[in-house]
């Protein structure tokens, strides 16, 4: 397999900076994710390892070669797009078999690599089936079948489940990662969506605004968000991020009368974050309004109020209260954060 490596990447379009400055490796046969709103640069940082772009500056390796100039074609690499590209006009078979085909590779492979792959995604028996009669989840298998029966030691994916359904990416986010797992490739994939990220990656990369947020597996970016952004693109709820005031007793919930969140008085543009699940209702805490209550079964997303910030609680079942109770709230200091309110970044305490 074949690790990659990006240094100083930037991409130009016009006046417009797509790509800023960007530098990561990804370990041979890890899955790294690259996640972030629309148009915060993954798609195009994708092309550019790809070959489908070329960057303004910087360098791309895999594995020992320098390929920032090379094209596509030479980079040994396969690519599954979220559009499918299937050909309507061929069947299973002539679709997974179209780019070894093209590249002219020795035939006399075709049918052992063609079961290989067939076997392993369920498609042996959808082979003389064209596009059109196949479900969604069975065409993204076929253009996974594509992409694998290239052989190539890298393979790069944008947002290929964004055109199924909630209970069909589940199911295919659980099959990709196993089918990387067990061929072992090394393997790049871009998506917005945080619960692809956390549940799939070795590795997330979080994009912003064309720079890297923070880099780090699925863990540390929940546990140890970088940044105010960090945290709250990370998190069903996001983390709530709440304004302080500094009083004699130390540092309160903006508009509250304590208790105070820090004994000591830090500086004021801070501001305090917190999990909603890991928010807790005491007999005796900081008191919140209760302003809004949504059910979902296995738990129960509580809206309130503490002072002049607004705040989701998250707690497993279902809760007896109504809009306007008040309630006692607590968490443990370990799972509360700070963040500079000018720079949006962490800060910790001494």
């Given at each position: ?268 543009e801070w501001q305090l974050g917190v999990r909603p699940e890991h928010i807790r209702l005491v007999e005796r805490g900081i008191p919140a309004v209760v302003e809004n209550i949504e059910y979902f079964g296995a738990d129960t997303i509580v809206g309130a109020r503490v002072g002049n910030a607004p705040l989701l609680i998250r ?36």
């Amino acid at each position: 397999m074949a690790a990659i490596s990006l240094q100083g990447i930037t991409k130009n379009w016009g006046e417009a900076q797509a790509v800023k400055g960007i530098d990561f490796e990804v370990k041979s046969g890890d899955f790294t994710v690259l996640l972030g709103p629309s148009g915060c640069g993954k798609s195009t940082t994708l092309r550019l390892i790809a070959g489908l772009d070329t960057p303004s500056t910087g360098n791309i390796r895999i594995g020992e070669r320098d390929v920032t100039n090379l094209p596509p074609a030479q980079r040994k690499i396969a690519m599954v797009f979220q559009s499918y590209a299937l050909f309507p006009h061929l069947n299973v078979r002539d679709n997974i078999l179209f780019g070894v085909r093209v590249r002219k590779e020795p035939s006399k492979h075709f049918e052992t690599r063609l079961k290989r792959v067939s076997d392993i995604l369920g498609l042996s028996h959808l082979l003389d089936r064209r596009p059109g009669q196949l479900s969604g989840g069975q065409q993204q298998r076929v253009a996974l079948g594509r992409a694998i029966i290239a052989e190539t030691p890298v393979c790069l994916m944008d947002e290929p489940l964004s055109n199924l359904d909630a209970q069909l990416r589940q199911e295919m986010r659980r099959e990709i990662r196993a089918l990387q797992q067990q061929l072992g490739m090394t393997m790049i994939y871009v998506t917005h969506d945080q619960t692809e990220a956390m549940s799939m990656a070795d590795q997330v990369i979080l994009l912003r605004d064309g720079r890297i947020e923070q880099n780090a597996p699925p863990g540390e970016l929940y546990a140890q968000p970088a940044s105010i952004f960090a945290a709250r693109f990370i998190g069903t709820p996001p983390m709530n991020i709440l304004p302080l005031s500094a009083t004699p007793a130390g540092m309160v919930i903006d508009g509250s009368n304590g208790p105070a969140v820090l004994p000591h008085n830090a500086a004021e543009e801070w501001q305090l974050g917190v999990r909603p699940e890991h928010i807790r209702l005491v007999e005796r805490g900081i008191p919140a309004v209760v302003e809004n209550i949504e059910y979902f079964g296995a738990d129960t997303i509580v809206g309130a109020r503490v002072g002049n910030a607004p705040l989701l609680i998250r707690v497993p079942g279902q809760l007896a209260l109504d809009a306007g109770n008040t309630v006692q709230l607590g968490w443990d200091e370990s799972n509360q954060y700070f963040f500079d309110k000018k720079t949006g970044l962490r800060r910790h305490l001494a």
